[in-house]
């Protein structure tokens, strides 16, 4: 039997630590380590809680390293990995969790060129409106298998189950890739021959914090972390251009009226793309919440593409 290294960076999250630590234990897979990664603030109780799992068992092994501002996970992945014992590596987050049976069922499709597992994302249940819809949206994608598949083709969806021979072998992850870490590593796994499969009865459960104002903060500080990927990804150029573009409609609006037309044709693009997701969520528990998709697509896509400006603009200022 394969040992399995899990790996859980974590920065303050008391509220939700336990239960992800909780989902760990109760793995069916016995052969496993647990690498608890700390970079809180000093103080923070999700800390002691780490402390208190390492010291009762055995198999959870606990560190500190500080929080260094502008690192992103990346960075404690690596500082996590350095430790890690075992043929295989459960990549994971303070804010995910997995059912007992995660492990047991991706960990022995690690063999051969086959060098990570794709698990099944569900949304960690929440009231929030926009957890809501992101379980209506989320639920969509990833029962669509094709879909998934042809991601993982075009190295769009991070195996979070991995063969650590294969993660030395690539260079590991670049701790420089922000946010983009998990698409330059699956590039760097298929230029070395290897495969990663998708498995949609492993589910694993992912919580954002779903509140407008922590959606903006984090879709601006993605955006400027993501600058250096999206840069080279013409459907996320366009993408941006499509969230900006509407600026420049009031701007150009100022001398030629009739382009303020154009902030009335925009949202109505968005609201066609969200009533056939309507459509094609029939039957699900949280179908109404898909009609929030546009305003859910401007707070989080206008400071995504205001991150990605800014990012834009300092790298020409600095002359790259």
Not at 219 to 236: C, E, H, P, V
Request: glycine share 4%; net charge positive.
């Amino acid at each position: 039997m394969k040992k399995v290294s899990i790996i859980c960076p974590f920065h303050n999250e008391d509220d939700i630590l336990e239960e992800t630590i909780q989902s760990f234990i109760v793995q069916t897979y016995s052969h496993k380590e647990l690498i608890l990664m700390d970079n809180s603030d000093p103080g923070n109780k999700a800390t002691e809680i780490a402390k208190a799992y390492a010291k009762k068992y055995l198999w959870i092994k606990y560190y500190y390293t500080p929080n260094i501002p502008g690192k992103w996970a990346s960075h404690y992945y690596i500082e996590a990995i350095k430790r890690a014992t075992g043929e295989v590596m459960y990549i994971a987050d303070a804010n995910a969790k997995i059912p007992p049976d995660y492990l047991t069922l991706t960990v022995p499709l690690i063999k051969g060129k086959v060098a990570g597992v794709v698990g099944k994302v569900k949304i960690w249940p929440d009231p929030s409106p926009i957890s809501k819809y992101r379980d209506v949206v989320w639920t969509l994608r990833y029962d669509d298998v094709p879909r998934i598949e042809r991601e993982i083709n075009e190295a769009r969806n991070f195996p979070r189950t991995l063969s650590k021979e294969a993660y030395d072998k690539v260079g590991g992850f670049n701790p420089e890739a922000g946010w983009a870490i998990d698409t330059f590593f699956n590039q760097d796994l298929k230029k070395h021959g290897y495969v990663t499969v998708y498995e949609p009865q492993a589910v694993w459960w992912h919580k954002w914090r779903d509140n407008p104002k922590d959606l903006i903060k984090y879709s601006y500080k993605f955006g400027k972390l993501n600058y250096d990927l999206a840069r080279t990804d013409t459907k996320q150029v366009w993408k941006i251009a499509f969230f900006l573009s509407p600026f420049l409609a009031i701007i150009i609006g100022i001398f030629i009226p009739w382009f303020f037309l154009y902030l009335l044709f925009h949202p109505l693009l968005l609201l066609m793309k969200y009533l056939k997701l309507f459509v094609k969520a029939k039957g699900r528990e949280n179908r109404p919440y898909v009609l929030l998709g546009p305003f859910i697509s401007y707070i989080q896509n206008i400071p995504y593409a205001l991150g990605f400006l800014k990012s834009l603009i300092s790298s020409i200022k600095k002359g790259k």
